[in-house]
């Protein structure tokens, strides 16, 4: 299996990866005979994995971790990493490459996303481009512990996916991939959040001028800016604030100066 350089900030890690790389990392390891957890960070990810220890180990023990946001590629730069636009990448504007390309390497995929309804018109679209492809789900609105959790497991593993699609938001889906990897017979732990409700159109994703140019979180705060401003205007303060003051006591000359002291 390919390597990919590694990229930290705040000391969490990700991996210098384009889209097609990623897409052809899947298909790949889900025919190897390991599980594998595929991560990704965002601002929001990044501010989880600074503030919350487990969420940090999980992105950073993850096989594979790619970028799916614009500022945690302008914080690697302002760090001095060498990173560009073709290694940040968004799932509904790969999904659809990701799915023909289970179909036509007969990787199974199985989503466990979105609220009731959003599964089976993900589905359809699906089965429009990928008429063969082998693919099942259940809506993500169900108890993550007991016997709601255990049926849902079951259905996973009567299945055995190649890939499983988890989208239940972070750090829900990642601390649920925790707590139950060791039950689930899949080969890649994909969790990709709000994905199909985009994809769906359930959830207006915005104007392609927008989330084509690094404001993807402009275009959703716009839609729903009550819930989202917390997230966006002061999460996304918080990081560049992190970012900066560790770049501001960990640069060389401050590191020169604490040496004569």
């Not at 965002?42 to 503030?51: G, L, S």
């Not at 990701?98 to 993900?122: T, W, Y």
């Not at 693919?135 to 169900?142: A, L, R």
Request: proline residues 4%; glycine residues 6%; charged residues 25%.
């Amino acid at each position: 299996m390919k390597s990919f350089a590694e990229v930290s900030v705040l000391n969490t890690r990700f991996h210098k990866v384009t889209v097609h790389q990623l897409i052809q990392y899947l298909v790949s390891a889900a025919k190897t005979e390991t599980k594998k957890i595929v991560g990704n960070v965002n601002i929001r990810a990044m501010n989880f994995a600074y503030e919350l220890p487990w969420y940090r180990d999980f992105i950073n023990d993850a096989d594979l971790v790619f970028c799916d946001g614009f500022g945690i590629i302008l914080g690697a730069k302002f760090c001095g990493c060498s990173v560009d636009s073709t290694h940040r990448m968004t799932c509904p504007d790969y999904i659809e490459d990701l799915v023909k390309a289970c179909e036509k390497n007969n990787v199974s995929l199985f989503i466990l996303a979105g609220r009731p309804g959003v599964v089976e018109k993900a589905i359809h679209k699906f089965n429009v481009i990928a008429p063969n492809l082998k693919v099942e789900g259940h809506h993500g609105y169900f108890k993550k512990s007991g016997a709601e959790n255990d049926a849902v497991i079951q259905k996973i593993n009567e299945f055995q996916p190649g890939i499983l699609y988890i989208g239940f938001g972070m750090p829900l889906q990642e601390r649920w991939i925790v707590e139950n990897f060791d039950r689930i017979e899949a080969r890649i732990f994909l969790p990709l959040g709000a994905c199909l409700d985009f994809y769906t159109d359930t959830v207006n994703r915005g104007p392609s001028w927008l989330t084509d140019n690094g404001f993807e979180w402009l275009s959703r705060f716009i839609t729903e800016p009550r819930r989202l401003w917390k997230r966006y205007f002061l999460g996304n303060f918080v990081f560049f604030y992190r970012v900066f003051c560790n770049k501001l006591f960990n640069s060389p000359k401050k590191k020169r100066l604490q040496h004569k002291d």
